[in-house]
């Protein structure tokens, strides 16, 4: 995976800002103070507690080393506000409200930051020339060019269904996974029912690089697990 830029950080760092700053982000903005609001159930029921502030000092002191970190604690936020108040309450509104304002900007933000990546990339394999590098003998080496830009990765329709069916031979704990960095990497291909206990995959969503990303950790487990049942029959004769 691309290590973000400064230019990057500085993008995700302002998005942060700008719902930190909102009117309506307040009640999100430090830790919620359960002992002083009398709230004694909150350490039971939100075993990991987060808040913008704690982003915000987080990115600032560079604790994280990708946008999906970032990204996966502040949807941990929205979450949180959710499992904890009731559903039609004044909060779980307001948390599920300002979740789909930033799982809007975020998914456009990461799509800028690949893109410019990409370019980058594209760039740094030009010669002084301003031609496509290549081996001597060979020609320009389009396959590489294209792998270097994450806008050119396609996913076919089959493609798409293939992925989708694949995650049935997956175990619970794998599922967790995907569904984990689906969310924090592209939120809108989930669609949640109205209780938040049932969650709905919209593969046609998911960008093409991350489609990719995910199907070669769908098949890196098959494959593990293909060999631990191979040595399970050994062991057995």
Known sequence: MTTPTDEDWKKMAKLVDFFFNRPDAEPFRAPVDWKSLGLFDYPQIISEPMDLGTVKNRLKSKKYNTLA???????????????????????????????????????????????????????????????????????PS???????????????????????????????????????????????????????????????KIPAPLMQELSQFVAAQKKKKTSSNKRAKVSKT
């Open 142 to 204: 389009e396959g590489a060019a294209a792998a270097a830009r994450p806008d050119t990765v396609k996913a076919s329709l089959a493609d798409r269904r293939a992925f989708a069916k694949s995650l049935f031979h997956l175990s619970k704990e794998d599922v967790g996974k995907v569904l984990v960095d689906i969310e924090a990497k592209c939120p809108m291909a989930l669609v949640r029912n109205a209780s938040e206990d049932e969650v709905e995959l919209n593969v046609d």
């Open 69 to 139: 970190q970032v990204g996966a604690d502040v949807n941990k936020i929205w979450s949180n506000c959710k499992e904890y108040n009731r559903v039609g309450s004044d909060f779980h509104k307001l948390a599920g409200s300002l979740q789909k304002k930033w799982d809007d900007r975020y998914t456009k933000l990461l799509a800028e930051c690949r893109t410019a990546q990409g370019d980058s990339s594209a760039a740094a394999g030009d010669d002084k020339t301003g031609g496509p590098s290549s081996k001597p003998g060979e020609g």
